[in-house]
């Protein structure tokens, strides 16, 4: 139980319940004071609430009629940064000289047709998927990062439009399987193979969504998505070869995967 105690006659030698850590109060202040204080008080509360009322009268009186149109009210807004330091960021890695991630181009892209299982398609920019047919990617790349990820990379609509790109499909393509292959010791003759000669599957590295980034940029729960499972992601620090088999069952997809700008095709990304 909390004891009064007078400030003055609080001291180690009093009872156990009176220390200073208890609740004291001054029981000196005479009444006289507390009612001139009260009035005081009393005072300031009003002329408080006089000057916020004049305030409000002088704001409407000075600001009347003319209402703010949306495009105005939209215009006050704070646009909202997701990144707030990603161009300081850039900025930064600009003056540093740093690396920065980068989009490598496959070495090879060969057809494999299990419904011709010994034609040699050799290896070219045509990329066709289909129920029999699968795409075996080659990379090489000398990374200084230490993770890279495949993605599938569809620029937006007019950007394609514009490099006089395009792409047909059929079915789903949000989960286009990538299959790790055995690299071969000489991966020269990854170009010129056929269904029944492509190296072994060894596991399934993940699934690569093939739809417009433009799309998936506007959907947040895509977000990150190329650093969350089942992203096909491999290590590729230094000197690094990566052997894939691109799958699509039930659907088909055809382009022309060329080395210019806009990017369309299945790409090895670094990872910073
Ligand atoms: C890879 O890059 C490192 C550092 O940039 C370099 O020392 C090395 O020679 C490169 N390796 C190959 C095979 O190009
Ligand atoms: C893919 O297979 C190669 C063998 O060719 C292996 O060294 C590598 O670790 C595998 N990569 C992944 C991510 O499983
Ligand atoms: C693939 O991206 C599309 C948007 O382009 C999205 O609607 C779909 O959910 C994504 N699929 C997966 C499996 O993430």
């Not at 149109?69 to 215009?75: A, L, M, S, V």
Request: proline letters at 7%; glycine letters at 4%; charged letters at 20%.
């Amino acid at each position: 139980m909390a004891e009064y105690t007078r400030l003055t006659s609080a001291s180690p030698d009093d009872d156990e319940m009176q220390t200073k850590s208890q609740p004291t109060v001054t029981d000196e202040i005479s009444p006289r004071y507390v009612l001139l204080f009260s009035v005081l008080m009393a005072l300031m509360a009003i002329s408080a609430a006089a000057a916020f009322h004049m305030n409000v009268l002088s704001a409407t009186w000075k600001e009347p009629q003319a209402l703010l149109r949306p495009k105005d009210i939209e215009d006050t807004f704070r646009m909202a940064q997701p990144s707030p330091n990603l161009d300081q960021g850039h900025a930064t890695m600009r003056k540093m000289k740093f690396k920065f991630p980068r989009m490598v181009f496959p070495m090879f892209i060969v057809r494999a047709n299990a419904a011709a299982p010994d034609t040699v398609y050799q290896s070219g920019p045509s990329v066709v998927l289909s129920q029999s047919d699968s795409m075996i990617y080659h990379w090489r790349t000398n990374s200084s990062w230490p993770k890279c990820y495949l993605a599938g990379w569809v620029s937006a609509s007019k950007d394609l439009i514009a490099g006089h790109k395009s792409y047909t499909s059929e079915g789903d393509m949000t989960a286009i399987e990538m299959w790790n292959l055995s690299t071969p010791a000489n991966p020269q003759v990854l170009k010129t193979m056929s269904w029944n000669t492509r190296p072994q599957r060894l596991s399934l590295l993940g699934t690569v969504n093939f739809t417009s980034r433009e799309t998936q940029a506007r959907l947040g729960y895509l977000d990150a998505q190329e650093i969350k499972a089942p992203t096909p992601r491999v290590d590729c620090l230094g000197d690094t070869e990566i052997t894939v088999e691109v799958v699509c069952k039930g659907c088909r997809l055809e382009f022309e995967q060329v080395f210019s700008m806009p990017p369309l095709g299945f790409e090895l990304m670094q990872l910073a």
